[in-house]
Structures are given as C-alpha cells and as structure tokens.
C-alpha cells in the first residue's frame, strides 16, 4: 500500500500525464483548425492535408513514445484518456453553436 507522500507523488505523476495528453489533444485540434482555413485558399489542398496529417500525427507520437519511455504504459494510458478529452469538448462546443444554444462549459 502506497502511504502519504508517496501517493501524492503518484497522484500528481498521472495529473501530469493527463495535462500532458489534454496538451497534445489540444495541438493536434488546433493544427487541424489551422489546416482547414487555408484549404480554401490552398494551391494544392490534398498536399495540404497530407503535410499536415503527417506533421500532426509526428508531433503526436513523439509525445506519447517520450511519455511511455519516461514513465511507462499506466502514464500512457492516463495520457491517451486526457488526449480525448479536448476532441469531447470540441465535439460538445460546435453541436451547442450549430443548434444555436450557448455552449455551457
């Protein structure tokens, strides 16, 4: 059984890991914002999408290897849980605008 201070070092490791997957969701949203604006204007759009799929799911795996190096799969697995979580409120924002409602947080 974990004690005290050793829990809260546990506790704040997975926090961590969660904020850090809410981070690389966050990233991997806001990329794919930037890249849908400029595909009207874009000479060549698959390019566009590819390029920025590729650079998105790079910047993306890194993260997750570097954490499952360091920390190992639970941290892992607590990191892909938070990675979903900026996609669920998106998700909850745009269907709240569309239906003409203020989105409640």
């Known amino acids: 059984m974990i004690e005290g201070e050793a829990l809260a070092g546990v506790m704040l490791g997975y926090g961590a890991s969660f904020a850090f997957g809410c ?34 799911f790079t910047i993306t795996l890194a993260g997750f290897l570097l954490l499952a190096r360091m920390a190992g799969w639970e941290h892992l697995l607590v990191a892909a849980i938070g990675f979903t979580l900026p996609r ?18």
Request: net charge positive.
């Open 23 to 56: 981070l690389l969701g966050s990233a991997f949203l806001w990329g794919l914002w930037l890249t849908v604006r400029r595909l009207p204007t874009a000479d060549h759009p698959a390019l566009l999408m590819l390029a920025s799929l590729l650079v998105r």
């Open 88 to 105: 669920l409120f998106m998700k909850h924002r745009i269907q709240a605008t569309l239906a003409g409602e203020d989105p409640q947080v």
